[in-house]
């Protein structure tokens, strides 16, 4: 076999490893999606104004949690680099250590949203949106600690190249969703209509739902019996809370800057009224929809990163990162196509309203646009991550997304009168140049750790 014959076979295995790891991990996420979709779908037709206090209280309810699912997101890495170095049982002290973060964060970020109701008039939101808004906060903000949770035991699951619970239990959720979202909101039976208020109820439901299954999941499955990951707790050990902040605080900050962006940009177009904000509501529901697939990839990607580290291999951590950007590549061809030629039949799936279809069609067209480098910039987040180089990618995000994208979207949408349109090609301008730092950050990266070795 020829040296070139044997590192195709190399990156042909790479590849289908990643695509085997990433599979139940994008389809995880296309169903976090879907609970997205279903919330919309059932507030659509429940009416305009609740679909936009939906949209609104969504961004509320996403800006602080941002910030969880990127401090937890340290867990992988770290997970899979002591997997890799065959360290696996030092896997259980880290788990359980992150844990304690988890409740931490749920219960300040239930505090957090308890106080939103407070700023919605101050923050510019339409007066006839802010009840439902705040109807959908207070019924999804008891879910939060179950979030936490979740994220936690999923992140580990994750990191020892286990991804089909996150899979099974997201659909399990939308089977949880659907049924009692709609009866909560439309009213049925002894359930009186809720409305905005029931959809965010049944969403705190289902979070809880998966949450419990997951622990017990965890607790009686043999693959995870040698770790005995319930069977003791530590106090808060400061080193290694150290060591998984310091990784993943500016993960969190990455996250929240490309996340309130988004959220950002949704909050605004409250202020341009209801059709806006429930247009737009479809389009960026869509749009998650589409990015849940590089996200899984870029997941998978980090696992591969970190457990190429573990094992101080060069080459299968250059492999990981270029098996990542073509999955991507393939994937993302596929979501431009289906935004532009089914851009009206996806918005009409959502409302009845005609108004908001055509200005959501429209608002489609901009994600279309935006696919690629949406998607390499959370592949190079996601390498990144495994290579626990955060800090200086963190301010590229900042850069690019509050440099950037917000003030041209904000300037383009709000003070040149150009609307919802404009604000898209904020976030558009952020995403591209995000693309470009953080590929530049990665490729960068590796290119010293191949000169220099990995220590």
């Not at 949106?129 to 109807?135: D, L, R, S, T, Y």
């Not at 909101?185 to 959809?199: D, I, K, S």
């Not at 951590?317 to 935004?339: E, F, H, M, N, P």
């Not at 959370?378 to 301010?395: H, Q």
Request: with cysteine; aromatic share 8%; net charge positive.
């Amino acid at each position: 076999m020829t040296s070139t014959t044997g590192k195709r076979v190399l990156m042909r295995h790479e590849m289908r490893t990643t695509a085997v790891l990433a599979a139940p991990l994008v389809l995880g996420h296309v169903s976090s999606g879907l609970i997205g979709f279903v919330d919309s779908a059932l507030a659509g037709h429940h009416g305009t104004q609740t679909l936009a206090g939906v949209s609104v209280g969504n961004a509320l309810y996403w800006l602080p949690m941002t910030v969880p699912m990127g401090v937890l997101m340290a867990l992988p890495p770290h997970v899979s680099e002591l997997d890799g170095a065959g360290r696996r049982h030092e896997v259980p002290v880290v788990f359980r250590q992150a844990l304690w973060l988890a409740l931490g964060l749920g219960i300040a970020l239930f505090a957090i949203l308890s106080t939103w109701r407070y700023l919605l008039g101050p923050m510019g939101i339409d007066a006839e949106v802010i009840p439902h808004a705040v109807g959908f906060i207070d019924g999804i903000r008891w879910g939060i600690p179950a979030f936490t949770f979740y994220l936690c035991m999923r992140y580990l699951s994750d990191g020892l190249h286990w991804t089909l619970p996150t899979m099974l239990l997201g659909f399990g959720g939308l089977l949880v969703l659907v049924p009692l979202g709609y009866a909560m909101a439309f009213g049925v039976g002894p359930l009186p209509e809720m409305g905005a208020n029931g959809l965010g109820v049944a969403s705190a439901i289902m979070l809880w739902a998966q949450a419990i299954c997951f622990a017990l999941y965890l607790w009686r499955s043999k693959r995870f019996a040698d770790l005995a990951l319930f069977s003791t707790f530590e106090r808060p050990n400061k080193a290694i809370l150290v060591k998984l902040l310091r990784t993943g605080l500016p993960i969190g900050g990455m996250v929240a800057m490309e996340g309130g962006l988004f959220i950002a940009t949704s909050l605004l177009m409250g202020r341009l009224g209801a059709t806006p904000a429930a247009a737009h509501q479809i389009a960026i529901n869509v749009a998650s929809l589409c990015f849940m697939i590089p996200m899984g990839i870029a997941e998978a990607t980090t696992v591969r990163v970190g457990h190429a580290m573990g094992q101080s291999d060069t080459g299968k951590l250059r492999r990981a990162v270029i098996a990542g950007y073509t999955l991507l590549l393939i994937t993302q061809t596929l979501s431009v196509i289906l935004l532009i030629s089914g851009n009206r039949w996806v918005a009409d799936i959502y409302t009845n309203d005609v108004v908001v279809a055509t200005l959501a069609s429209h608002l489609l067209i901009f994600a279309a646009i935006f696919q690629l480098p949406d998607g390499v910039q959370v592949i190079s987040a996601g390498a990144l991550r495994g290579l626990k180089d955060t800090r200086v990618p963190m301010l590229l995000a900042a850069f690019s997304y509050w440099g950037i994208g917000m003030p041209v979207g904000a300037g383009l949408g709000l003070a040149a009168g150009y609307g919802p349109a404009g604000m898209w090609v904020g976030l558009t301008a952020g995403l591209t140049v995000a693309a470009i730092c953080l590929c530049w950050r990665a490729m960068r990266t590796i290119r010293k750790l191949e000169t220099h070795g990995i220590r």
